[in-house]
């Protein structure tokens, strides 16, 4: 969503690289390309005055002024106004005292309301409540059944004791969910309203009303990033009218510009608590400003993906994975251990979305979007084809063996062989970064293949070029002669060349105990 943002911002930044002060056109120059990042974002106009009039004022500071790097502290300074704007501050769940908390879903009809209530019930099940799915949408057509079918794909109960498409009270049916939680020990009432198309005075009292009968814990207002503006105006709308205490940003994985979740917090007071990004009930979570600010910068979102990687992968078979690296077992790392391993990563999400997170990835969106997500499908499916022992000790796979799996799965035999190869080069890969031989592939990194030919090929240049002296004979003659007048250099067993003192040899000294111990 914010890619034209983020492209925009990292040219500009990219424009301050290798000065060692910032000028005053500079930084005007600098303001007016944020300036227009933000417009062309849909940010709303109010917010990018505030945003680039706090830019400049700390642009012209003595914290940019005295900084070693001002571009890298322009940088700094946008972060934090995004993250001001942003909201500031993580809003966490207010839940109430005494059971249950009831939670009140508000918006405009087609904002997503009724897949993020199945969202926020899938999420509160994870941190161990038992929440409550309540339909007291009763006008939209199929809103009840489909509050039901994504209640069961959550795995969460639905409390629907109307048909809905036009029959049933809606405020009776919230007023009774309540009791009903009490008697089913729900301890989270997650009430879904209806919706308009606009904002009518209906369509208010009958929030009101249900607002007044329920008497909310927290009131989430929930709107489409997709929209732009009229976000911000919606958003005013039913805060003059209702009143809410967060917002809930639906389709964050949309195309559009994004600028409703950059105006929204700024222009109602009200922080963003939620943030819905993908189809699944899994993608859906708190909203972060600092994290989200990372991202529109280019700087990844590292904190997420860790917490991802934490509810995915299972601790145990992760360490037993690791204890085959470490004590030297590398060869027992067998296909089956490498097929946990991906199909714990795919519990994370889609491909381009765990790369999208990592730092420096902005410059790479191209070939990102251009990841086949089937590809994992393939390498299951190859895996899947071989035998116990095949996936034991893939050496065994010959070339009978590789045409048997290739027709099992599907595919050809150059697959096949692309997965066999690439297994052994990435276990070969671990076993080296295990021992502390470095990343193999890297430059300057231990364990590089053909670094040790590069760096002794630059040895030899460098005592060749010593060995040739001067390029004037009678300076070189002169050199050659002072060169036999020398008296010979002391030798040390550390290949000291230069007759400096001779460092003691090793048996010399004594080593201490524990050292000797150690070796």
């Given at each position: 969503?914010?890619?034209?943002?983020?492209?925009?911002?990292?040219?500009?930044?990219?424009n301050?690289?290798?000065k060692?002060?910032?000028?005053?056109?500079?930084?005007?120059?600098?303001?007016?390309?944020?300036?227009?990042?933000?417009?062309?974002?849909?940010?709303?106009?109010?917010?990018?005055?505030?945003?680039?009039?706090?830019?400049?004022?700390?642009?012209?500071?003595?914290?940019?002024?005295?900084?070693?790097?001002?571009?890298?502290?322009?940088?700094?300074?946008?972060?934090?106004?995004?993250?001001?704007?942003?909201?500031?501050?993580?809003?966490?769940?207010?839940?109430?005292?005494?059971?249950?908390?009831?939670?009140?879903?508000?918006?405009?009809?087609?904002?997503?309301?009724?897949?993020?209530?199945?969202?926020?019930?899938?999420?509160?099940?994870?941190?161990?409540?038992?929440?409550?799915?309540?339909?007291?949408?009763?006008?939209?057509?199929?809103?009840?059944?489909?509050?039901?079918?994504?209640?069961?794909?959550?795995?969460?109960?639905?409390?629907?004791?109307?048909?809905?498409?036009?029959?049933?009270?809606?405020?009776?049916?919230?007023?009774?969910?309540?009791?009903?939680?009490?008697?089913?020990?729900?301890?989270?009432?997650?009430?879904?309203?209806?919706?308009?198309?606009?904002i009518?005075?209906?369509?208010?009292?009958?929030?009101?009303?249900?607002?007044?009968?329920?008497?909310?814990?927290?009131?989430?207002?929930?709107?489409?990033?997709?929209?732009?503006?009229?976000?911000?105006?919606?958003?005013?709308?039913?805060?003059?009218?209702?009143?809410?205490?967060?917002?809930?940003?639906?389709?964050?994985?949309?195309?559009?510009?994004?600028?409703?979740?950059?105006?929204?917090?700024?222009?109602?007071?009200?922080?963003?608590?939620?943030?819905?990004?993908?189809?699944?009930?899994?993608?859906?979570?708190?909203?972060?400003?600092?994290?989200?600010?990372?991202?529109?910068?280019?700087?990844?979102?590292?904190?997420?993906?860790?917490?991802?990687?934490?509810?995915?992968?299972?601790?145990?078979?992760?360490?037993?994975?690791?204890?085959?690296?470490?004590?030297?077992?590398g060869?027992?790392?067998?296909?089956?251990?490498?097929?946990?391993?991906?199909?714990?990563?795919?519990?994370?999400?889609?491909?381009?979305?765990?790369?999208?997170?990592?730092?420096?990835?902005?410059?790479?969106?191209?070939?990102?979007?251009?990841i086949?997500?089937?590809?994992?499908?393939?390498?299951?499916?190859?895996?899947?084809?071989?035998?116990?022992?095949?996936?034991?000790?893939?050496?065994i796979?010959?070339?009978?063996?590789?045409?048997?799996?290739a027709?099992?799965?599907?595919?050809?035999?150059?697959?096949?062989?692309?997965?066999?190869?690439?297994?052994?080069?990435?276990?070969?890969?671990?076993?080296?970064?295990?021992?502390?031989?470095?990343?193999?592939?890297?430059?300057?990194?231990?364990?590089m293949p053909g670094?040790?030919?590069?760096?002794?090929?630059?040895?030899?240049?460098?005592?060749?070029?010593?060995?040739?002296?001067?390029?004037?004979?009678?300076?070189?003659?002169?050199e050659?002669?002072?060169?036999?007048?020398?008296?010979?250099?002391?030798?040390?067993?550390?290949?000291?060349?230069?007759?400096a003192?001779?460092?003691?040899?090793?048996?010399?000294?004594?080593?201490?105990?524990?050292?000797?111990?150690?070796?």
């Open positions: 969503m914010f890619d034209t943002l983020q492209d925009r911002l990292a040219a500009t930044f990219k301050l690289r290798g060692g002060r910032l000028s005053e056109a500079d930084i005007d120059a600098t303001a007016r390309e944020i300036r227009i990042a933000l417009l062309e974002a849909d940010v709303a106009l109010p917010v990018v005055r505030e945003f680039i009039a706090s830019v400049k004022e700390r642009a012209r500071g003595a914290e940019v002024s005295a900084a070693l790097n001002p571009a890298q502290q322009v940088v700094k300074i946008v972060n934090e106004e995004l993250v001001a704007i942003l909201g500031g501050e993580t809003r966490r769940l207010r839940f109430a005292k005494k059971p249950p908390t009831v939670i009140l879903l508000a918006g405009l009809q087609g904002s997503g309301k009724t897949t993020l209530a199945g969202k926020l019930g899938h999420w509160l099940k994870a941190q161990g409540r038992a929440p409550l799915l309540v339909a007291a949408d009763l006008q939209r057509p199929n809103a009840v059944t489909q509050l039901q079918v994504v209640g069961d794909r959550a795995g969460v109960d639905v409390f629907a004791p109307e048909p809905g498409n036009g029959v049933g009270d809606p405020v009776e049916v919230a007023r009774s969910s309540i009791t009903h939680a009490n008697r089913t020990l729900h301890d989270v009432v997650v009430v879904d309203t209806a919706g308009r198309l606009g009518d005075a209906e369509l208010m009292q009958q929030a009101s009303d249900i607002r007044d009968a329920v008497s909310p814990d927290e009131i989430l207002f929930v709107v489409d990033a997709m929209i732009g503006q009229d976000a911000v105006i919606t958003a005013q709308s039913f805060l003059d009218g209702v009143g809410f205490d967060g917002v809930v940003l639906s389709k964050l994985d949309g195309d559009a510009r994004g600028g409703a979740a950059l105006s929204v917090a700024k222009v109602t007071g009200r922080p963003v608590m939620f943030a819905s990004n993908g189809e699944q009930m899994g993608d859906f979570d708190v909203f972060h400003p600092d994290r989200m600010a990372s991202r529109i910068l280019g700087m990844g979102d590292m904190l997420t993906l860790i917490e991802q990687a934490e509810k995915s992968f299972d601790a145990d078979q992760a360490a037993r994975a690791a204890a085959k690296l470490t004590e030297g077992k060869a027992s790392f067998t296909l089956d251990d490498f097929l946990q391993q991906m199909q714990s990563v795919r519990k994370m999400g889609s491909l381009s979305k765990i790369f999208g997170m990592l730092p420096g990835m902005g410059e790479m969106k191209e070939q990102i979007a251009g086949d997500e089937r590809e994992i499908d393939r390498i299951e499916a190859i895996i899947h084809s071989m035998t116990p022992a095949e996936r034991a000790d893939p050496k796979i010959d070339g009978s063996r590789r045409q048997r799996i027709r099992g799965s599907g595919v050809t035999v150059s697959q096949v062989n692309g997965l066999v190869d690439r297994f052994f080069q990435a276990r070969t890969m671990m076993n080296q970064m295990a021992a502390g031989g470095g990343m193999p592939g890297l430059p300057g990194m231990p364990g670094a040790g030919k590069r760096a002794k090929a630059r040895q030899q240049a460098k005592k060749g070029r010593a060995k040739r002296g001067s390029g004037n004979p009678a300076k070189r003659a002169e050659q002669q002072a060169a036999r007048q020398r008296p010979p250099a002391a030798v040390s067993p550390f290949g000291n060349p230069d007759g003192p001779t460092p003691p040899a090793p048996d010399d000294f004594e080593l201490p105990k524990e050292l000797r111990d150690l070796l």
